[in-house]
């Protein structure tokens, strides 16, 4: 049987990302990375978008570099997108089946770590269930290896972060008189975390997350943003929209969460309830959405919707975080 591992809580963990110098090791946390390096790392993507809106083809700033993907949670664009990011800039890419893995035959993580360390792998992209395990897993690699969070429990998502910036600042322009509106499953979602954070280090104008009581964070945790329980209120305006689904996966008990009608009645974002909000607002969702529960389906394919260019986005990102620790990184 294997043995449970636990993860420190690590409180430095954004110290841990950083070099001595301010560069970028490791990407753990949007939360610590200052709005200079924000805007480098979006700018950084910009480039990786060419005047189409379609991400650049390939250039070799990663060749002779192997990324593996670790992702022990289910995905479809974040994995696909650190996929098609490594091989554009030419990186050796390893997915490896978790579900044919060694970790099946009780494995430890670290183990599964070292070994592909062994290989020679230079960046491993980690998603995982257990919050802390991306920086449990950064201060046990050698040196030579950075270690990227794809989706750590509901603590954290940072290159979704990014990529919702990226998208936010392409159509608004920028960051500071913008009223910004997230809607759903606050508490269990790290989207939302990374979301929030990186707005707010941006310099947001205002920040409005709404939920059901039920699934709202703590009145303490993000003490930047507005707390808001009634969708037409916390939509007034708003310049953007977000929504979420229901995490139904981290909640244990889904006693007092609203059924799906109950739901969709309430919080779901449609044509409707867009017209609370600014008139040239915009609908992003980070995926997978379900259509007609946290956002009516005519609306998720309507002209005001972004998503498909924030999945687009996420390619460019990705290629942006990738280039940016192989260029800190000492060579193995
Ligand atoms: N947004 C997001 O993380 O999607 P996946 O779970 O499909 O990677």
Redesign the pocket.
């Known amino acids: 049987m294997q043995a449970p591992e636990t993860y420190p809580n690590l409180d430095n963990e954004a110290d841990l990302q950083l070099n001595e110098d301010g560069s970028l090791r490791h990407l753990l946390t949007l939360k610590g990375i200052d709005k200079a390096l924000l805007t480098e790392l979006l700018d950084d993507a910009e480039r990786f978008i060419g005047p189409d809106g379609a991400t650049a083809p390939h250039s070799h700033t990663l060749e002779g570099r192997t990324v593996a993907n670790l992702f022990f ?7 696909a997108s650190f996929d098609l990011a490594g091989k554009r800039l030419g990186a050796d890419v390893l997915n490896l089946d978790v579900n044919t893995s060694s970790r099946k035959k009780g494995e430890s993580i670290l183990d599964t770590i070292y070994t592909l360390q062994a290989m020679q792998v230079d960046i491993m992209v980690v ?1 995982d269930a257990g919050p802390g395990v991306p920086a449990y897993i950064a201060r046990h690699v050698n040196d030579h290896v950075s270690i990227l969070n ?2 750590e429990a509901d603590v954290s ?1 940072p290159t ?1 972060g990014l990529l919702d910036l990226l998208t936010i600042r392409q159509h608004k322009g920028g960051f500071e008189n913008l009223t910004v509106a997230i809607v759903g499953d606050i508490r269990h979602s790290r ?1 939302a975390r990374s979301a929030a954070q990186g707005l707010h280090i941006m310099g947001v104008g205002e920040l409005r997350l709404i939920s059901p009581p039920p699934l709202a964070p703590s009145a303490d945790e993000m003490p930047y943003a507005k707390i808001v329980d009634n969708l037409d209120d916390g939509l007034r305006d708003a310049d953007v929209v977000m929504a979420l689904r229901i995490q139904r996966e981290r909640i244990g008990n889904l006693d007092g969460i609203p059924g799906i009608d109950e739901y969709f009645a309430n919080y779901g974002i449609s044509t409707e309830r867009m017209r609370k909000a600014a008139p040239d607002a915009i609908v992003m969702h ?3 959405m379900n259509r007609g529960i946290e956002i009516e389906s005519i609306l998720a394919d309507s002209p005001a919707s972004v998503i498909t260019q924030q999945v687009t986005n ?1 390619v460019a990102v990705r290629m942006a975080v990738l280039e940016r620790v192989s260029k800190t990184m000492t060579t193995h």
């Open positions: 949670e289910p995905s479809t664009r974040t994995r998603r794809a989706g998502h979704q989207v980070p995926g997978p996420g």
